[in-house]
């Protein structure tokens, strides 16, 4: 989001004015604390990405065993009818 301001007129759809966000500038110091924790949160954001892989997978693997499992079965009918 670039959290700008535009204004259009309702009538006619044209933009008749636009401000650009202003983002304030931050001390050096600012950065350096950011950064000296940013490699611990972008390890926690692995790790937390890397386990509901994991989940993903382990629940794709369960739902393959309960479709072997149960090949007779027909497909369920569609929900949607749209015709």
Known sequence: MCKGEIVVDADSGEVLSHKEFKKEVKSFDDF????STRSSDLE???AAAKEA????????QKKFEAAKQNKDLKDPPPSINWD
Request: net charge positive; glycine share 0%; aromatic share 6%.
């Open 32 to 35: 350096l604390k950011e950064q």
């Open 44 to 46: 926690a954001k692995f």
């Open 53 to 60: 892989q994991k989940n993903r997978a382990e629940l794709l």
